[in-house]
């Protein structure tokens, strides 16, 4: 994948969700044919959460403060205290940038790992039911990568909703368009009496993984592993990555 400007435009309007209706499809298409493409839209979506980070912003209400008090203490004669104005919005300027430089790594960590352990719920394992057009086109639209297709139409027709496998399904179309809390909403919805519920407790992990909530993300991967199911290798082998990060 070669990273240009157009590629990153690109990207940008799929987030702000400026891209027509068209330009999501092929977008999405494209992405669920290159995996790389994937993870570069992930780093992205996490770049645009730290930037809009509490820490961060508050952090740029401070340098802005400080830059005016600067400008009127240059109008002053005390010129030795202007020095230590500025000194002080250079110290803040330089913890700024350790701020978002550490949360910029920890974040591209927290996304690297995601997209090495995420792979959508396939959709042979969904069971369908009676057949019908429109159920086949959400299929359709979901082997293809068109989720914001899927999720419209999910939303729109409640009654398809009526398995968890179903849940699985609509939570990883959510998950795939950074609608991260829909997902878990789904996942959570499936019973611990649910032969799925071990399935939906590794995407619960993977959600919390990609919301850089760590803590939260290893309490499920116990739980995981507690169970002793299909998905107790894969847990300890991102436990034991995460709690190195």
């Known amino acids: 994948m070669e990273r240009t400007q157009e590629l990153f435009e690109k990207i940008e309007g799929y987030l702000t969700q400026t891209l027509s209706k068209e330009e999501v499809r092929a977008f999405e298409k494209e992405m669920a044919e290159d995996s790389e493409l994937k993870r570069e839209l992930e780093k992205q979506r996490e770049l645009h959460k730290v930037l809009s980070d509490k820490d961060t912003l508050d952090f740029k209400e401070k340098l802005q403060k400080i830059s005016e008090e600067i400008k009127k203490e240059q109008s002053r004669s005390n010129t030795y205290f202007s020095y230590w104005k500025i000194a002080a919005s250079i110290i803040i300027i330089l913890g700024v940038g350790t ?64 398995s968890e496998q179903i849940r699985l399904y609509l939570g990883n179309s959510y998950l795939n368009t950074g609608k991260e809390r829909e997902a878990l909403l789904q996942f959570e919805m499936i019973s611990d009496a649910s032969r799925y519920r071990e399935t939906a407790n590794w995407y619960r992990a993977l959600t919390h993984l990609k919301l850089g909530k760590t803590n939260k993300s290893l309490e ?9 199911g299909i998905y107790k290798e894969k847990a300890m082998q991102l436990k034991a990555e995460l709690s190195e990060l």
Do not use: C, Q
Not at 114 to 121: L, N, R, V, W
Not at 132 to 146: A, C, H, L, Q, R
């Open 99 to 162: 701020l978002l430089w550490n949360n910029l790594n920890k974040t591209n960590n927290f996304s690297d790992l995601y997209a090495s352990y995420y792979k959508p719920y396939p959709v042979e394992d969904v069971t369908r039911g009676d057949a019908t057009n429109e159920w086949e086109d959400i299929v359709k639209n979901y082997s293809e990568g068109n989720y914001d297709s899927v999720i419209s139409k999910l939303e729109k027709t409640n009654s398809f909703i009526t």
């Open 220 to 228: 499920v991967l116990k739980e995981i592993i507690n169970y002793n």
